[in-house]
Every structure is written in C-alpha cells, then in structure tokens.
C-alpha cells in the first residue's frame, strides 16, 4: 500500500495536468465542475454523518488515557487527558467537520472572490479521497479494528509540516498519565 | 341769496355733514362687505378655511386640507405600514418573553414542587422566608405539598428566588453537621430564541463555548467542626451546637462523574484534578470514579449511592466531595481546605423528577457518613496528604523566590544613591578617578566569573 501522500502528489501533478486541457473557460464546463465539487463535498459530508451516526449508536464508554505532548519548544507540561472513546471519536468527528468547512470556505474566496478555476478540479478529489482514509472513517465505516496504526489516540499523519512543528505523538504509557495526572494542571486561570 | 350762502359757506358743508351729502365714495367704502382676501392671500385667513376655495397655490397636492383635527381625512392607515411590522415584531417578542419566562417558572416550581418535601425533611429552614415552625396539621396532611400544587403560575416566592428569568435559587440551613445548602437552578434561555440558537451554532464549532443545557446545582457546606464560628452568640441552637462538636471529617477530593463530562471537568477544576480516574466494575458503565485513594472510594461507594446513581442515570453530571479549592491556588491562603460537596444534575425535559430524587436525598446526607466514619487509616491519609503539602511547598517556594528578589531589589537601590551621594561629593578629576575604579573593579568581576566557569 503507498501511502496516501504519495497517491495525493500525483493525484495532484496528474490533475494539474488535465485541468490544463479542459476548457475552463466554457461556461458549461466551468458549471460542470463547479456541480463537481459541489457533489464531492456533499458526498464528504454524507459520509461523515454517517460515521457520526455509527459512533452515537455504538456509544463505547470505554475510559480512554493518554498524555498529550506539548509542543517542541513551549514550557508548558504535558497534559493528561480522560476521556472516553465516544467522546474522542466525537471530537474527532467535530474536528473534521471544522477542517471541511474551512476548504470550502478557502475553496470560496478562491473562486469567487479571485476566480480561480483551477483548484475547484483538485479540491474535489483531494478532500475526498482523504475523507475516505480518515481514521474515524476507517474504523466506523469499513469496521477496521481499531488496533496497530488506529489505536486510539491517532498519531498525527507524520508530514512535513508535523515534522516542522514537532509535536510529539501522544503518550499511554502507565508511568506518565500517572505522574502527569496527580499534578493538579485544572482549574489553573487563564492569562 | 342763496348762492351767495352758498359760497360763503360752500367749502365747509361738505365737511360739516358728510354722510348725507352725496359723497359716493365715502359711502360706498363704508357699505361694502367686507373685501375677501382669498383669492389673492396665499395665507389662510381664518375666513378661508370655511370655503372651500381655500386651493390657492395647491393644485399640485391631492391631499384636501381639512381642519387640524380631522386627521383621519389627510392619512389612511396605508401609511402607517412601517410602524405596523414593527409593531408587529415587537408583539412577537413580548409574547415569546412572557411565554419564555411563564414556562421557565413553570419548569423551576414543578422542580420545587418536586424537591421541597426531601428540603423541609431535612432542613429546619428552606428558602428565603424566615424561619416557620410548620404546624403539626401542617404536616400531618402534607399541607405544603399542598400549596404548591395549585396551579397558578406564581412562584412559591419564600422558597426559590428567581435572579434572572433563566436563573432561580434557594437556600437551606439549620441540620445536624451542615451549614447550609446552596441550590441552583439554570434553565435555558426560552424567552430569547436567538440568543439559545447562537450559543448552540457557537458550541459546535468552539469547545470554549458549551451547549445550553438546563442543570441543577447544589453545594453543600458542612460545618466541619467549626460551628461556633458559623453560628455565633446566643442565637437558638447555639448551644445544642457547642455540646457536640465533633461534626469533623477527614479532608479528601472524590468524586462520581459523568464520563461525557469528565475531561472537561478536570480541565476546569482544580480539586478534581489532583486525583486519579478509575472505573469502578460496580457503576455503570456511563460513570467512573476520581479519587485520590482506593480505600476512600469504598468506603464512600455504598450501595445505596450505586443505586441512587443508577436511578439518576445519565443525567447525573457530577457527585463531588472536595476540600480543595476549584481554582488552582496561586497564593498561601488559597490552599487553606474549604470542605464543600458538590452535585450537579442535568434536568429532564419531561420535569420527571422522581428518578432524581435518591441521588438528592443521598447528597443532603451524605454528610452524617462523613462525619460519622470518614477518619480513615494514617497510612490513607498521607498519601492524601502529600499532594496538599506539595502545592504549599511549591507555592512556598515561589513566595520566598519573590520576597528574596524584592530584598534584593531594594539593597541595589540603597547601594546606588549611596553611589551617587558620594561622586556628586567630589570634584570633576576626582570624579573621573572614581569612575574609572569602578570600572576596573568590574572588569576583575567579569574575569573571575569567566575563568570560574571555564
């Protein structure tokens, strides 16, 4: 299996590519993609509902641990979080929804504000074949054990920009959310 | 002759009697009516208004100029459109406040409707009316019960105070081992939709901002041995107070909490997050135990509270019993211990509030237990112990830091005017001798600083 950011740079090159033949400047081809991307990011939607159903109804109220690292060069402690797997696949979820409104937000400004045509052909594959090999998805949707690479916590997809950040990945060992959890951080005023 | 006289006398005749002399002029001006100046004056005279010739320069409004009064004549209720929808909009409000604030009092008395009875059972005083000894008929015949059932929309005002329409209260005080209770009741905001539908958009997208719900809080303050200090002097019940007073209990932090509410709750709280979460095979599996020790939790972790709990079912928030402050101390005094408990339910849409009811009733108690059995082992206890005297070492620690630099701060002060005062003494080549000293000085400062660390 190649991993999906090798698929998505050529997705992307190969795009580039073909949107370089299609006739934007045809109305009804520019409607016929603008319909395309429309229908791409319904499907996403769809898709994620779906997901979010799924996890409401099973409702695993499994005790969840793990110790959130904090991020390469902040002072700060690491941070021990409880919660439970329904609460984390939720927030999950949230936070996917939150990341596809902003694409389609960028998406918007891009194209009706600048009138860029070009990202409408990319932005309508790219998103979801991502939304498909999301963690959530994988689990709930094709029903994935959630074991190896989709245990809970997630690992951040290791990238170049998460290499750039150095966050790193979640800890559950026993050692550290025990250490970490009789700290007392909660409660602590915001500045 | 005559002529003669006539013209002796001519030219004063005239004017001697003018009006029957045939003065036509003079005549004539005085018979006339009275000239109408309508149709030249463009001012209205007060003659005008009578006919209907008043048009003098309008031919170009339609609108008839009638008398002042007649309002009706110049407007149609066509132009008052505008003030029509506002109107209009302005009624809808009204009535979405008033049926907002009607059914958030309804919701609050059917909760005191519901609770009232476990109050006046165990507390001597409940609400804000002053202390009544209830007659023995009263209770006899469930005479308060009662009064509350009738149907009128009119809070039973000594019992619960509304503080905002979606914000009501009561108090309770005078039982063995507590102070007093603190109840608050938050309901949603009915009477302003818009306000309800931002604040749920806002908690889908930020998790700053939590979804509306309608939650019922208590706190409870047990007296902790110190009830000469809350009740002072000679007020009645003084002095059965002062005879026993052994109202005091170990000082721990345990909790049942809600799993959905839990990762929050030890974000939010300073007390539960000194402790560790552990499921507990004996709750259900909605509910997991904080607790800063294993003997604790089983101590506390009746059976009758596992029961209460289950009946209470998801709508239970939170049970805590805490000594700890919920904001995280930042000064000594903060960490003093404040023994409190806590209970935090969501409400039922369906105002069912049976189900409910145990988890109350245990909460009220719970104190009686505590006091009677919570002295644990010292072995327990230390470990309970440490966390504490680790916060007040730590904070400590950063007091004397700050109190050291404030020292510090001042000798350098003190050494500077000292500094000062002597170079303003001497005279301009004496002054440069002295700079140039103390330069040096520092010089042989910096060296051995280096040298040291090389």
Redesign the interface.
């Known amino acids: 299996m190649v991993s999906p950011q090798i698929t998505n740079l050529v997705i992307i090159l190969g795009m580039m590519q073909v949107s370089k033949k299609i006739p934007l400047e045809d109305p009804n081809t520019l409607n016929l993609v603008r319909a395309g991307y429309l229908l791409s990011n319904l499907i996403i939607i769809a898709v994620y509902a779906y997901t979010h159903l799924i996890i409401n109804k099973k409702k695993d ?3 969840l ?1 793990y110790v959130e690292q904090p991020q390469m060069g902040s002072t700060e402690e690491p941070k ?5 797997v329904h ?1 984390y696949d939720v927030d999950q979820m ?1 936070s996917l ?2 990341s596809q409104l902003m694409g389609i937000g960028m998406m918007g400004v891009m194209h009706l504000y600048f009138k860029y045509t070009n990202p409408l052909l990319i932005q309508s594959i790219i998103p979801l074949k991502s939304a498909f090999e999301g963690n959530e998805v994988k689990i709930h949707l094709f029903g994935k054990a959630a074991v190896g690479e989709l245990r809970r916590p997630f690992k951040a997809a290791a990238g170049f920009m998460s290499a750039l950040q150095g966050g790193a990945a979640p800890t559950q060992d026993k050692k550290s959310i ?1 250490a970490a ?9 915001e500045e | 002759m005559a002529a003669i006289f006539n013209n002796l006398f001519g030219g004063s005749k005239p004017s001697a009697s003018p009006v029957p002399a045939g003065d036509s002029d003079f005549a004539d001006f005085a018979g006339a009516p009275d000239p109408s100046p309508t149709p030249i004056s463009a001012i209205p005279t007060a003659a005008s208004f009578t006919g209907a010739g008043a048009l003098p320069t309008g031919s170009s409004s339609a609108v008839p100029f009638t008398k002042w009064y007649n309002v009706h004549e110049r407007y149609s209720l066509s132009d008052f459109k505008q003030e029509g929808v506002i109107l209009g909009i302005l009624l809808v409000i009204i009535a979405i406040h008033l049926y907002g604030t009607s059914s958030n009092r309804k919701r609050a008395k059917a909760w005191i409707t519901a609770h009232a009875p476990t109050l006046h059972n165990e507390f001597a005083l409940v609400g804000f009316g002053g202390r009544k000894l209830p007659t023995e008929d009263e209770i006899a015949s469930g005479g308060l019960a009662e009064t509350l059932a009738t149907d009128s929309l009119q809070l039973p005002v000594d019992l619960l105070k509304e503080k905002s329409p979606q914000e009501f209260s009561t108090y309770a005080t005078g039982r063995l081992n507590v102070a007093f209770l603190d109840v608050n009741l938050t309901l949603l905001k009915r009477y302003s939709p818009l306000t309800l539908a931002f604040e749920y958009g806002a908690s889908l997208f930020f998790d700053s901002f939590p979804a509306p719900v309608e939650r019922v809080e208590a706190i409870l303050y047990p007296f902790d041995g110190r009830e000469a200090l809350t009740v002072p002097g000679q007020l009645p019940g003084a002095h059965e107070l002062r005879k026993d007073t052994k109202s005091s209990y170990d000082g721990f932090v345990w909790a049942i909490v809600n799993k959905e509410t839990m990762k929050q709750l030890r974000g939010e709280r300073y007390d539960v997050s000194i402790t560790s979460t552990k499921d507990h095979p004996k709750l259900p599996n909605w509910a997991t135990i904080m607790s800063e020790s294993s003997e604790i939790t089983e101590f506390l972790l009746t059976p009758e509270l596992i029961k209460a709990v289950e009946s209470a079912g998801e709508l239970l928030d939170h049970i805590i019993v805490t000594d700890q402050p919920i904001d995280q101390p930042s000064k000594l005094d903060e960490t003093i211990p404040k023994k409190r408990i806590y209970l935090s339910m969501r409400l039922p849409s369906s105002g069912d509030y049976t189900s409910l009811l145990p988890i109350f009733q245990y909460f009220i108690r719970l104190t009686d237990t505590l006091v009677q059995s919570a002295h644990f082992r010292p072995e327990v206890l230390r470990k309970v112990r440490t966390t504490r005297d680790d916060t007040i070492r730590r904070l400590q620690k950063a007091d004397d830091e700050e109190k050291a630099e404030e020292i510090k701060l001042e000798r350098e002060k003190v050494k500077k005017q000292k500094r000062d005062a002597e170079l303003k003494g001497l005279n301009a080549k004496a002054q440069k001798k002295y700079l140039e000293k103390e330069k040096e000085k520092e010089m042989k400062r910096a060296q051995k600083k280096q040298t040291q660390r090389g």
């Open positions: 109220m499994t005790t641990k021990p979080i409880t919660t439970t609460k949230k929804y939150k025990e959890e009789k700290a007392g951080r909660g409660g602590s005023k």
